[in-house]
């Protein structure tokens, strides 16, 4: 079970506003990679981000160019979880691969709101907030491995 805050954006958030473009070519640890994360879109975001919150979002997050850093800044950053109605396939997997959950629930996405309270059970599938209760598929067993060892490589070790 996972407790954290909404972040709440629209559709298409692309890799480019997740971790900025200009950054791509810039060799850096993950910690930093996080003070860089959505500071295009929402400047505010690393100032007031917490460790468990989630993101929620429109259609088709991760749009774009195929940049890992945009899983890890949000990692790093201290996001728990991205629910969004849906997500580019290569940023699906490089989430996944990061350890960090992506889980496409429309209602969700509908019914909450930025600084909502939510807990997420990802054995269940279920997101629980005071606006409801938000079932997902379930992440297959392969899939929970990956997320509770922190990422893919981890997972192998």
């Keep these: ?31 930093e990679m996080a003070t860089h994360a959505l500071e295009d879109l929402d400047p505010g975001f690393t100032a007031g981000v917490k460790q468990g919150d989630v993101i929620v979002a429109g259609r088709n997050f991760g749009c774009g160019s195929s940049r890992e850093q945009a899983a890890i800044c949000l990692k790093y950053a201290g996001v728990r979880a991205v629910i969004a109605e849906s997500f580019a396939r290569i940023f699906y997997r490089n989430a996944i691969n990061q350890g960090l959950p992506a889980i496409q629930c429309q209602e969700a996405v509908k019914a909450l709101e930025a600084g909502d309270e939510l807990e997420i059970d990802f054995a269940k599938g279920l997101i629980l907030s ?19 060892a922190g990422g893919l490589i981890p997972s192998l070790l």
């Design 1 to 31: 079970m996972s407790r954290g805050r909404v972040w709440k954006y629209g559709d298409g958030v692309n890799t480019d506003v997740i971790f900025p473009g200009k950054y791509t070519y810039s060799p850096m640890e993950p910690e």
């Design 130 to 148: 005071g606006r409801g209760e938000f079932p997902f598929p379930p992440f297959p067993e392969s899939v929970l491995k990956i997320l509770a």
